[in-house]
């Protein structure tokens, strides 16, 4: 067994829900076509890795994704592990909605997210909570005792605040992590969490 420890973070594929330009959150939308599809383009970078362990969002975007990838390179499904503080955020009542129908139905709202003041969205998670849960299950992953390499099959936002816990991205500072639809982004831990693949998409 290898000494060295790598996360490899995926965000789920595009969703039937569309993904790539709504809002969803809470919302449980399953997998496209499309989606299913990015999620497999992935698999050949992931080939031959002996994963210790994947863990992956409840949310069935993210779990469907976790068992393509498991199933694409042969790992048993023992491996997957679910954990629920990897929901992505709550978007409250601009669930399912574009950028365009928030600012419409939000205006106020809207323009304090643009400029970065907004706590939550309207009737939704407030954004230190969510950070916090997802930095709570980081560091707990983390903290254990395993070697060599751990699968996390998430969201947009999981996948971002996993990598501002673990880089440490202070409070209150933009980040640069774009994370898209069917995304890959690799960290090493040497002596500390280091960037070692970012924002790959086959």
Same mark, same amino acid.
């Given at each position: 067994?290898?000494?060295?420890? =790598?996360?490899?973070?995926? =965000?789920?594929?595009?969703?039937?829900?569309?993904?790539?330009?709504?809002?969803?959150?809470?919302? +449980?939308?399953?997998?496209? +076509?499309?989606?299913?599809?990015?999620?497999?383009?992935?698999?050949?970078?992931?080939?031959?890795?002996? &994963?210790?362990?994947?863990?992956?969002?409840?949310?069935?975007?993210?779990?469907?994704?976790?068992?393509?990838?498991?199933?694409?390179?042969?790992?048993?499904?023992?491996?997957?592990?679910? +954990?629920?503080?990897?929901?992505?955020?709550?978007?409250?009542?601009?669930?399912?909605?574009?950028?365009?129908?928030?600012?419409?139905?939000?205006?106020?709202?809207?323009?304090?997210?643009?400029?970065?003041?907004?706590?939550? &969205?309207?009737?939704?998670?407030?954004?230190? +909570? &969510?950070?916090?849960?997802?930095?709570?299950?980081?560091?707990?992953?983390?903290?254990?005792?395993?070697?060599?390499?751990?699968?996390?099959?998430?969201?947009?936002?999981?996948?971002?605040?996993?990598?501002?816990?673990?880089?440490?991205?202070?409070?209150?500072?933009?980040?640069? &992590?774009?994370?898209?639809?069917?995304?890959?982004?690799?960290?090493?831990?040497?002596?500390?969490?280091?960037?070692?693949?970012?924002?790959?998409?086959?």
């Amino acid at each position: 067994m290898t000494s060295e420890r =790598r996360l490899w973070l995926v =965000r789920h594929g595009e969703t039937e829900g569309r993904s790539s330009v709504r809002f969803h959150g809470s919302n +449980d939308v399953r997998l496209s +076509d499309e989606g299913r599809m990015q999620i497999r383009a992935l698999a050949p970078w992931l080939a031959g890795v002996p &994963f210790e362990s994947v863990v992956h969002s409840p949310l069935v975007r993210a779990a469907e994704s976790a068992r393509i990838l498991v199933d694409a390179c042969g790992l048993g499904h023992r491996l997957l592990r679910a +954990d629920e503080r990897l929901r992505e955020i709550s978007f409250g009542a601009c669930e399912g909605m574009t950028v365009e129908e928030i600012a419409a139905a939000f205006p106020e709202f809207w323009s304090s997210h643009q400029e970065g003041r907004a706590e939550g &969205f309207p009737g939704g998670e407030r954004r230190a +909570d &969510f950070a916090a849960r997802v930095a709570a299950a980081v560091h707990d992953l983390v903290a254990a005792p395993w070697r060599g390499s751990v699968l996390v099959v998430g969201h947009r936002g999981t996948v971002r605040q996993t990598l501002r816990a673990l880089l440490g991205v202070p409070v209150g500072v933009k980040d640069p &992590f774009g994370v898209e639809l069917g995304s890959l982004t690799v960290l090493r831990d040497a002596g500390g969490w280091q960037i070692d693949r970012i924002g790959a998409v086959p």
